[in-house]
């Protein structure tokens, strides 16, 4: 019976691995934004960052899937569709725990590598983007696989607002064949599978790129 | 803009969001106390020599950590009709085994973490294995991982609010009742976050008063 469903089923883990694609991509990119900002020297920029990191991360997933679905939509005048919103909110969610991360990794580089940077008569600019980052990134891969294994998780919430992702389609099925238990536990397998590889990617790329110590 | 905010709509629900947020507290305290049980045994047992419980442990930590919460509500609203479980029993069994897996993570690495020689002062004491246990390492293994507890708590606050999916009235499902009478989808929202917002903020800043010293970081959030 699962058998005979597949297609659906398999168009719906095509939407769910589409959705983590982009928001990997977008995530990563607002965290790095909002991760620099956060580290930098503007303070005004240091604590906007600050504020958006802490609202997003004080408020649940559902609940800022559904501002941006229902409560901005009136307020801008257009509307998203929920594969839209879904993917607004997922990236900005996201990005807001990644954004701690690179704060974090941004961190641990070590103070003399920035000055040796502007030693050597780099501008602050360029000892961000030629030194620091690249050191910070191949520290941080452990924590930013940590993330998006979580995220190819919470991509089920979005089938609370009717994308239908792999979630979403075995609810579908189900409604039709009423079979919940062996729909349910391929389910659970597929972001087993799809989890546990994503880590093992991580951790071969962090057994390659790692810095030691 | 042509939006016409009206906050108001959140005083005259106030009685649905607090009973929401009263079912809120309840499925995150029920669900913590769920995850700590789990937890503490898995991570016992994780920690421990035998391999078969280790395997068990981490086989349980893997796969519950690794299938989304949602998921697992699912899975116990709909895949196993034959219990026919109330939804807010099916959203707290759900937290319970999900966060459960992280709290057996912690532990684990909690009492990993306990010098080995207060096994072996324990036992050279005359304790037995599971006096050893309960009285001399779960203390210190506590204490050094009490703060990762305190985050959980918020953690799990934040992902009751799945447990409206499966239309238990919590606080998430209360904003989405108010919308669904007032069309006030912005307010009820925005306020539900809000208090969201306020409890798990609360609730760190209670952690770092009250769990002072060396195992708490100010720069952290709980």
């Avoid at chain 1, 469903?5 to 990997?24: K, W």
């Avoid at chain 2, 391999?51 to 609203?77: D, I, K, S």
């Avoid at chain 2, 976050?193 to 800043?205: K, R």
């Amino acid at each position: 019976m699962v058998w005979r469903n597949l297609p659906y089923l398999a168009e719906g883990f095509a939407v769910t691995l589409e959705t983590s694609a982009l928001v990997i991509l977008g995530g990563t990119a607002l965290g790095l934004l909002l991760g620099i900002v956060r580290s930098g020297r503007v303070a005004s920029l240091r604590h906007a960052a600050w504020l958006y990191i802490e609202l997003i991360r004080g408020t649940p997933l559902l609940v800022v899937l559904f501002i941006v679905y229902f409560a901005v939509p009136p307020l801008i005048g257009h509307r998203f569709t929920a594969y839209e919103a879904a993917v607004i909110g997922f990236i900005a969610f996201i990005g807001a725990y990644i954004a701690e991360d690179v704060r974090s990794g941004l961190a641990s580089v070590p103070r003399g590598q920035v000055e040796a940077g502007l030693a050597n008569g780099l501008s602050p600019r360029q000892v961000l983007w030629l030194v620091v980052l690249p050191q910070a990134v191949r520290r941080m891969i452990p924590a930013l696989f940590n993330q998006f294994v979580r995220l190819v998780k919470f991509t089920s919430v979005a089938s609370a607002i009717g994308v239908t992702e792999l979630t979403g389609a075995t609810l579908a099925v189900n409604a039709r064949e009423f079979k919940p238990l062996p729909l349910l536990i391929a389910l659970a397998l597929a972001y087993f599978v799809a989890g546990y590889g994503l880590s093992l990617v991580g951790r071969w790329l962090n057994r390659r790129y790692a810095i030691a110590g | 803009m042509s939006y016409q905010f009206d906050w108001g709509v959140l005083w005259r629900y106030r009685e649905a969001l607090a009973e929401g947020f009263a079912l809120t507290l309840a499925l995150s305290l029920l669900g913590l106390l769920g995850a700590l049980a789990l937890g503490i045994v898995a991570g016992t047992a994780g920690a421990g020599g035998r391999r078969a419980a280790r395997g068990f442990a981490g086989t349980y930590v893997e796969v519950a950590r690794n299938v989304p919460l949602l998921v697992h509500m699912y899975f116990w609203y709909l895949g196993l009709t034959a219990l026919r479980l109330p939804a807010f029993w099916c959203g707290v069994l759900a937290l319970a085994i999900y966060s459960g897996a992280y709290v057996a993570e912690i532990v684990r690495a909690g009492i990993q973490s306990v010098p080995q020689g207060q096994t072996a002062a324990a036992l050279a004491s005359g304790l037995s294995p599971r006096q050893a246990l309960v009285h001399v390492i779960y203390p210190q293994a506590l204490r050094i991982v009490a703060p990762s507890l305190a985050g959980l708590l918020s953690q799990l606050i934040k992902d009751s609010s799945l447990a409206s999916v499966i239309s238990v009235g919590e606080l998430t499902f209360a904003a989405g009742a108010i919308e669904g009478e007032t069309f006030r989808t912005f307010e009820a929202y925005i306020g539900v976050s809000l208090l969201y917002l306020v409890t798990v903020t609360a609730i760190s800043q209670l952690t770092l008063r009250t769990l002072s010293g060396r195992a708490v970081d100010p720069e952290m959030r709980y």
